[in-house]
């Protein structure tokens, strides 16, 4: 499985950015894709989930530092996840982070999901 993220950058308070993460290698659709990010001196935190199933917990979720501004969506034609970030501030500069959950027992975005891949991240830029 190898994930590779891109779209960051460097963007003004209050405006937006789309991170993209490409993911490949799941030999069936039963899998999650997650955001997480880390900003400077701080622990990496999770963002956003979508999955293939429902689960109980539903296909998406959001934490608290991503509802209302953030929206994340998938392609899977092209194998693709995207995050919508509007409203950017200063506090959501950080590196990016895909990951997947595979297989995902048809959990859907369980808030504690394990991640067994990751991406090597990108730099998201919010200046004041």
């Known amino acids: 499985v190898q994930l590779v993220e891109s779209g960051g950058g460097s963007v003004q308070a209050g405006g937006a950015l789309r991170v993209s993460c490409a993911f490949s290698g799941f030999t069936y659709d039963d899998y999650a894709i997650l955001w997480f990010r880390q900003a400077p001196g701080r622990a990496r935190e999770r963002v956003s989930c979508?999955?293939?199933?429902?689960?109980?917990?539903?296909?998406?979720y959001y934490t608290d530092v991503a509802k209302g501004r953030f929206t994340i969506s998938s392609d899977k034609d092209k194998n693709m996840v995207y995050m919508q970030m509007d409203g950017l501030e200063p506090a959501d500069t950080g590196v990016y982070y895909c990951?997947?959950?595979?297989?995902?027992?048809?959990?859907?975005?369980?808030?504690?999901?394990?991640?067994?891949?990751w991406g090597h991240g990108i730099q998201v830029t919010v200046s004041s």
């Open positions: 990951a997947a959950v595979w297989p995902l027992n048809r959990l859907g975005c369980y808030p504690d999901l394990i991640t067994d891949y």
């Open positions: 979508i999955a293939t199933s429902a689960g109980i917990y539903g296909s998406t």
